[in-house]
């Protein structure tokens, strides 16, 4: 639902950053152009038309859909598909503005804020564990949105995956998420060490 997105301080955090970031780049033409520019360069076909998405006030599955255009789904955290992964264009985007010679101090402060917040861990842990949940809850809202709806089955889906969230707390499903989290905070420190400044935290600060 929309509502569990700011539930906590840190899912507040990442759904925040996830919505200032569009903002950031259509407040003007040129960090517009900036992100068109990283599209074009990293993309083909229709994907080049790829805009950056906010959390629609309303939709259940808005912050599902958000979250996947950055990450890719749970179920497709491979180095394939991380590889046209739209995590690496913001925070190339972002360097671009946050280190051009002709961009305003103000402007540059703001961009690296956005990258700092981008490369944090607990923003990296906080999305996947959202794409978890959203990888179990989407397709019962899904579910429960459609006409002529069985209500039986709808009872049965509801306490099946009451049962899976249940687990969501063990240490051996955490062990998993971190993991997941590692192999892409590896992959994408890879693909940024062109971009200088960039460091992608693989821990909690200390």
């Known amino acids: 639902c929309v509502g569990c997105v700011w539930c906590c301080v840190c899912a507040q955090n990442v759904f925040s950053l996830i919505n200032k970031t569009p ?4 407040e003007s033409y040129k960090r517009a152009d900036v992100w068109t520019d990283t599209i074009y360069e990293n993309e083909t076909g229709t994907e080049k038309l790829r805009k950056l998405k906010k959390i629609g006030a309303t939709r259940w599955n808005s912050a599902d859909d958000v979250l996947r255009s950055k990450f890719n789904t749970w179920s497709d955290q491979n180095e394939t598909e991380l590889s046209r992964n739209h995590y690496y264009y913001v925070l190339n985007a972002l360097h671009t503005i946050a280190y051009a010679d002709n961009t305003n101090p103000h402007t540059a402060s703001d961009a690296r804020a956005l990258i700092i917040n981008w490369t944090s861990y ?7 564990l959202f794409l978890q949940l959203f990888s179990l809850t989407t397709p019962v809202s899904k579910y429960l949105q459609t006409k002529r709806l069985d209500y039986i089955a709808a ?3 509801i306490n099946h995956i009451t049962k899976i969230l249940k687990t969501m707390s063990d240490i051996k499903n955490y062990n998993d998420l971190k993991q997941r989290v590692s192999i892409f905070i590896k992959i994408m420190t890879k693909r940024t060490q062109p971009l200088e400044n960039i460091f992608i935290q693989d821990e909690f600060p200390a």
Do not use: G
């Open 23 to 26: 903002v950031f780049f259509t």
């Open 155 to 157: 009872w049965n889906k």
């Open 122 to 128: 607990e923003t990296l842990i906080t999305a996947f």
